[in-house]
């Protein structure tokens, strides 16, 4: 027979109980994700500071981004609860909370190159330039920045040489052939390509802190770094890829940057192109993503990338392992939480929780489906020899 103080205890972990004091409208936004304010399950969001519920209500997910940040919440298990709202689509419904900030960004988007030739080095400054001693940490030791390939692998490193390897097979990378890598972090996929297919690299990128860290890793191969813009390409290659960088360029610039790649491939080439996508058309990207991670970024569409890719390539294939995100951004999330103490007197708290709030947020993007992973194979309209699929 439950005693009094069962009761009582019952009564107070009740979900109406539990989210007293949190407004009706985020308690009824929540409901269909199943998501609860104060509750006791490893999803649900426990409250610290109720300033979270009018910075939500007045700021949409930047004030729900900053709160973390500033220690107003917490999840027991973040990824999941980002994986319960993404599911419920409150990434979009959020956005209702704060109409003026969303219409800002949608005007901006429309009325602007976020991504202009001026704008380019914005993101190389904000993130990646932070430290490579973040990356070094939190990455494989090929410093691979972007999504593995985990179908046989046990580990992050075996999972990232999987990509590297897979990569250079779809490219069907010959010896002696000129590769051009278009965003080529700190030299991870340049080194490997050099060193196990024996073709000449170009790397560019916007960062110059992964151009020094790159140029020192690929020391002695035939690899040249640039710090470049893609727009200011010249020359001729054989190949051409481009891993994790498509995100930065944005819808205005689309045509833009597959007429560079078109202009540089050698008639019989061949490019491959490994980017994230939405399962759905986005306006804007989100505001706390585009404050504290990636300025000026976009992700696209299938719909927009089959639109650009048409007027000067043909699609040879498309291989979508969006789901393999997921368990790279929870391995760069241990490998990030597990190296905290040996960052910790360089950054402070409030870095640490961004940084878990972003790769967390992330993971749950890519569990709930809504993100997906693609590598895409073109050719150009002419190339004579069949394309055989790889996996």
Same mark, same amino acid.
């Given at each position: 027979?439950?005693?009094?103080?069962?009761?009582?205890? +019952?009564?107070?972990?009740? %979900?109406?109980?539990?989210?007293?004091?949190?407004?009706?409208?985020?308690?009824?936004?929540?409901?269909?994700?199943?998501?609860?304010?104060?509750?006791?399950?490893?999803?649900?969001?426990?409250? @610290?500071?109720?300033?979270?519920?009018?910075?939500?209500?007045? #700021?949409?997910?930047?004030?729900? =981004?900053?709160?973390?940040?500033? =220690?107003?919440?917490?999840?027991?298990?973040?990824?999941?609860?980002?994986?319960?709202?993404?599911?419920?689509?409150?990434?979009?419904?959020?956005?209702?909370?704060?109409?003026?900030?969303?219409?800002?960004?949608?005007? /901006?988007?429309?009325?602007?190159?976020? *991504?202009?030739?001026?704008?380019?080095?914005?993101?190389?400054?904000? @993130?990646?330039?932070?430290?490579?001693?973040?990356?070094?940490?939190?990455?494989?030791?090929?410093?691979?920045?972007?999504?593995?390939?985990?179908?046989? +692998?046990?580990?992050?490193?075996?999972?990232?040489?999987?990509?590297?390897?897979?990569?250079?097979?779809?490219?069907?990378?010959?010896?002696?052939?000129?590769?051009?890598?278009?965003?080529?972090?700190?030299?991870?996929?340049?080194?490997?390509?050099?060193?196990?297919?024996?073709?000449?690299?170009?790397?560019?990128?916007?960062?110059?802190?992964?151009?020094?860290?790159?140029?020192? /890793?690929?020391?002695?191969?035939?690899? *040249?770094?640039?710090?470049?813009?893609?727009?200011?390409?010249?020359? @001729?290659?054989?190949?051409?890829? &481009?891993?994790?960088?498509?995100?930065?360029?944005?819808?205005?610039?689309?045509?833009?940057?597959?007429?560079?790649?078109?202009?540089?491939?050698?008639? !019989?080439?061949?490019?491959?192109? @490994?980017?994230?996508?939405?399962?759905?058309?986005?306006?804007?990207?989100?505001?706390?993503?585009?404050?504290?991670?990636? %300025?000026?970024?976009?992700? %696209? &569409?299938?719909? *927009?990338?089959?639109? +650009?890719?048409?007027?000067?390539?043909?699609?040879?294939?498309?291989?979508?392992? =969006?789901? !393999?995100?997921?368990?790279?951004?929870?391995?760069?999330?241990?490998?990030?939480?597990?190296?905290?103490?040996?960052?910790?007197?360089?950054?402070?708290?409030?870095?640490?929780?961004?940084?878990?709030?972003?790769?967390?947020?992330?993971?749950?993007?890519?569990?709930?489906?809504?993100?997906?992973?693609? #590598?895409?194979?073109?050719?150009? /309209?002419?190339?004579?020899?069949?394309? /055989?699929?790889?996996?």
């Amino acid at each position: 027979m439950a005693s009094a103080n069962d009761t009582a205890m +019952a009564t107070a972990n009740s %979900p109406k109980q539990a989210e007293r004091g949190a407004p009706d409208a985020l308690v009824r936004l929540l409901k269909p994700a199943d998501v609860r304010f104060n509750s006791d399950r490893p999803w649900d969001i426990q409250v @610290h500071d109720p300033t979270l519920y009018d910075r939500v209500l007045s #700021q949409g997910s930047l004030g729900f =981004g900053e709160s973390y940040m500033d =220690g107003a919440w917490e999840s027991t298990q973040l990824d999941e609860t980002f994986c319960k709202l993404f599911k419920a689509r409150l990434d979009s419904k959020i956005r209702g909370f704060a109409k003026l900030q969303f219409l800002g960004l949608f005007l /901006r988007n429309i009325l602007f190159n976020r *991504q202009s030739c001026k704008r380019a080095f914005q993101v190389g400054e904000h @993130h990646y330039d932070i430290g490579n001693d973040v990356y070094a940490a939190m990455l494989d030791p090929t410093m691979s920045y972007s999504c593995a390939y985990w179908k046989d +692998a046990e580990d992050l490193e075996q999972a990232q040489i999987a990509k590297l390897r897979l990569i250079c097979d779809k490219l069907e990378l010959k010896s002696g052939e000129r590769l051009l890598d278009i965003g080529c972090g700190w030299g991870g996929l340049a080194s490997f390509a050099a060193r196990g297919y024996g073709v000449e690299v170009t790397g560019i990128t916007v960062s110059k802190e992964q151009q020094h860290l790159a140029r020192e /890793r690929c020391a002695g191969l035939p690899v *040249q770094i640039e710090l470049l813009d893609y727009r200011d390409l010249t020359g @001729h290659f054989d190949k051409v890829v &481009s891993v994790g960088m498509f995100e930065h360029v944005g819808p205005k610039n689309y045509s833009a940057y597959f007429a560079t790649v078109e202009r540089v491939l050698d008639a !019989d080439g061949l490019f491959l192109l @490994h980017t994230i996508g939405n399962f759905d058309h986005l306006s804007t990207t989100d505001a706390w993503i585009d404050k504290y991670i990636f %300025p000026n970024g976009h992700i %696209p &569409s299938a719909r *927009q990338l089959s639109s +650009a890719i048409e007027p000067g390539f043909i699609l040879e294939d498309w291989h979508n392992f =969006g789901q !393999d995100y997921d368990r790279t951004l929870m391995a760069w999330w241990k490998n990030f939480d597990t190296a905290w103490p040996t960052l910790a007197s360089k950054y402070d708290e409030r870095f640490y929780r961004m940084f878990k709030y972003y790769l967390n947020a992330c993971a749950g993007y890519f569990r709930s489906r809504q993100g997906q992973l693609w #590598q895409l194979v073109l050719s150009k /309209r002419g190339r004579r020899d069949v394309y /055989r699929s790889v996996r």
